[in-house]
């Protein structure tokens, strides 16, 4: 079942916190959880049992995918897709068209069940636009990822990464942590 919540659809058995905007055309399936003061944008699709927690600002297409955990004041951009069980940490950017996997392998009309290795970004990581996250990743506390980087490995806290494959080539400024 969906309610109508202005010009969303928002399952019956979704919670939506107080002072949260929902943008035109946006779905927010059954058991999501979606909290305060968020902002959510147009044409976005939040699946069942993802918890987005107070003041995120997630803009127009985005897709976010089952049991992935979006922290406070989390920003992301246009067209980016988070995967399966992914967990984002607090004060974490993500450009626009980021793709974040959570599998190797491709499911769909196959007759197996994929095994789903969610990423981890921590606190203050930014990921710059284009970025593509392989499966099981984790990105380290204010870590910095280059735009259009494919990054295949860990990426150790306050390291910035660029490239394909991702290498490290520097650090953060201290004045840029949060």
Do not use: W
């Amino acid at each position: 079942m969906i309610a109508r919540f202005e010009d969303a659809y928002v399952h019956v058995n979704a919670s939506v916190g107080e002072g949260t905007e929902i943008g035109i055309c946006t779905i927010v399936d059954d058991t999501a959880v979606i909290g305060k003061y968020c902002k959510i944008g147009n044409f976005c699709h939040i699946r069942p049992g993802v918890r987005i927690l107070d003041g995120a600002d997630i803009r127009d297409y985005c897709y976010i995918a089952q049991n992935a955990v979006i922290g406070e004041r989390v920003k992301i951009f246009q067209y980016s897709n988070i995967g399966m069980g992914t967990l984002i940490q607090k004060d974490v950017y993500i450009g626009a068209k980021v793709m974040i996997t959570n599998t190797n392998r491709i499911a769909y009309g196959r007759d197996f069940e994929p095994e789903i290795t969610p990423c981890v970004i921590m606190r203050g990581a930014r990921i710059a636009s284009g970025a593509k996250l392989k499966p099981g990743v984790v990105i380290g506390g204010n870590a910095l990822v280059g735009m259009g980087a494919l990054v295949t490995k860990d990426v150790p806290a306050c390291a910035i990464v660029m490239g394909v494959p991702a290498k490290v080539t520097g650090t953060v400024p201290q004045e840029e942590r949060v």
